[in-house]
């Protein structure tokens, strides 16, 4: 097995400042459980780290594999290892689970110590910011002191952004892929339509589903609502086009299906068989709210925080976060001197592209790396 | 009032042939009642007709008022009347609502007289070739022979390209306008989620829901979904943005909600109160069956029956049926000489640019109209 063969999850759990981690909600949560995986080694000036934050429904397990069993490796294992772009001979390579998520970090799937029972809905709103917070309690937990650089795409770039605001002093560079400092309004429509699909299933039942079989349904649709738009109409074209799936004469026939739906249908159901969904309702909550600019003089003013080089890529196809978006974030933070560049991935794919053009994206991060 | 005033619908109603009207699913119906407005006057050759095709959730009340006290004309009025681009001083304006429709011409809602119950999901799958040719009897009805021109945007546009086809020798002109000669994937895709909100409703109930309070908040989704589609990720942007509605207490709630949303909500309630959820199901399927080539010897073949002007619009920011579409019709038909021209609405607002923008939409047609 080449990579960075077999790895584990561990988790790292803190009670939070005296009363519990504090969220920009204002609300308390405690303990706070963080799933996260490492690759390479941490020097001794604790200064060689990379944070790959993850998208809406991925997780910690960024490569290798947890048995040799396992069919597939971590969902971006391409892009690290020994001689990989995040090569783990020179580079400490970080993955946690966002808070909020059902991987392992505490999220409205985990158990409230104060009740003995799941979150459900009585989980509190978290944000990006929240997420990146809860990241930087566990890169101190590390030990460590600062990241060659953050990167992350869709909602994992939001991260790196979110980073570079936050904490701008504690990062080399941050690449943010396929994303923006703040959710737009079609973003914002896309996610709360997902959301209705799940909360108008009864079995949903306010988010109190556990044990008793959940809104597998309405999670599913939201599923195949979001892969619509992770895509791109010639890629769906030229993987299905207009190809009947069955018997000719069910061609007349309200049940019969294309090729298009089969495949919509089948990714539902793979998300059903491993997410939860509460979690996709406050994690696509967690993205609408999204704005770097909130607590700040303006959006601008927010990202001129950023001390660190920044490579925003964008992706020629995605129609969720269409490139001007990324070129915006270069433009504003040229303008006032900043150390910026935008980088375009030539896909047919949309949106999902950073997680399946490999070797276009190695090649956009390696040439960026290099002049670090 | 301007425009063309008063006026009412009627019904036209047939047996079909012997058996009642063949579908092209090789089922029967009978009797198909069409509804239908007209507006100025036929001619005494009858030959000075122009036929509207309304789009998924339109009906025949294209142009004036039914009453005084109408708040609003019909979904063209703009273009329809004397002096306007479609001038009932010179011609003879029909627009009838499409088979499978739920305003007026049988569909779904109506009731089946085997049964004396209403059809719901017994109503056999229609096409928009069917619904074409029930506008043909409707026309033949109205001792129309021949039609200046054939019009309609999304799904009117599809009806309008299978008029030319179908009907080669019936027409002067075909204006099909933001539409493909078939439907592509990622319309198929839009559509198919959009009918699963409906479908898993509890309250669809399998179509059978009539008297007994219908799949609201399924049908509310779907329109959700749909109107997403129909404009643009810039124009949600400069209508919306990410203003927040509510009280800023609300922000950090789960329910707070962006204007989006709440614009998205209100479009959702208001088709409701309008419009049948199995009608929705039975026109998206006509939607996603849509290919004027089904039955010849290929979709080019089918193109070059074509014997009439073509004027293909396309829209500069709809993304559920984009510009190279429209081009695409153009390039085939041109390429055996057809007389085909393409003409591009430059516009922000997507697919329903066609339905707003009246003025840019009135200077295309009225030039292409005066070639004819």
Redesign the interface.
Known sequence: MDGVGLVETKTYTFAGAPEGFL?????RLSPVSVAYETYGELNSDGDNAILICHALTGDAHVAGKHSPHDRIPGWWDEMIGPGRVFDTNRYYVVCSNVLGGCYGTTGPSSINPSTGRRYG?SF??V?IRDMVRVQWELLRYLKVNRLVSVIGGSMGGMQALEWAVTYPDFMESAIPIATSG?????G???N??QR??IT???RWNNGDYYGAGGPD??LA?AR??GT?TYKS?PS??A????TFSGKRSD????DGR?E??NY?LYQGQKLVQRFDANTY??LT?AM??H?VGRGYESYEKALLRIRCKVLSVGISSD?LY?TPLQKELVQILRRANRDARYAELESPYGHDAFLIEFEKMSGVLSRFLSTL
Chains 1, 2 share one sequence.
């Open positions: 969220l920009e909600s204002e609300a809905m509190p709103v944000t703040r959710l737009s309004a079609q914002i429509a896309y709360q339509v209705l699909a108008q299933d009864p349904a309405g649709l195949m609502i619509i109409d769906w074209t993987k299905f086009g207009r061609y007349f026939k309200f294309f298009m739906e919509l309702l406050y909550k609408d709210l704005d129609f269409p």
